[in-house]
């Protein structure tokens, strides 16, 4: 498969921070299953994602796209911002 084929992953999180200069961390959320007891249990992961414009607030709901390297911890692009906070 060639590399304009690949299909990159994309993830839907919240604002946590946007104190860096282009650069926001989005906390991403899932629930997941416990393999012994069975109930679900809700994990979490911070991305630092890469907002050209800035355009970015506490709190809101964003979808961000996997992209090659752009610094030691962004890796991340923002696609689109679904839910803007008030």
Not at 39 to 62: L, M, P, Q, R
């Amino acid at each position: 498969m060639s590399a304009e084929g690949k299909v990159k992953r994309s993830l839907t999180g919240t604002v946590v921070s946007n104190k860096g200069e282009k650069t926001v961390v989005v906390e991403v959320t899932r629930k997941v299953r416990h393999r012994i007891y069975k109930k679900y249990i809700t994990k979490s992961k911070k991305f630092h994602a890469h907002d050209e414009a800035n355009t970015c607030n506490i709190g809101d709901i964003v979808k961000i796209v996997e992209s090659k390297p752009i610094s030691k911890l962004k890796t991340w692009v923002l696609d689109t911002v679904i839910e803007k906070t008030k």
